[in-house]
């Protein structure tokens, strides 16, 4: 079963402390959002650079000698 530490900061005592099911629910809930808001970002991402290189094509240029005009 996953865990988690607890540290009292005023002691320095560390414990360590099996998750409930709740925490692990919301874990997975965390995990699967991060998941699908890091494939929106690539996505983006991806998106932007298509368009970089479709401008780049209508003009005649390779994406590299469009960025080096750009720099």
Excluded at 20 to 36: L, P, V
Aim: hydrophobic content about 50%; glycine content about 2%; proline content about 3%.
């Amino acid at each position: 079963m996953p865990t988690k530490l607890i540290v009292d900061c005023s002691t320095g005592v560390t414990t360590e402390v099996e998750l409930t099911a709740e925490e692990i629910a919301q874990r997975e809930a965390d995990a699967a959002a991060f998941a699908e808001a890091k494939a929106i970002e690539e996505a983006e991402a991806q998106a932007k650079l298509a368009e970089k290189e479709a401008i780049a094509a209508k003009l005649g240029l390779t994406p590299e000698e469009l960025l080096k005009l750009l720099s």
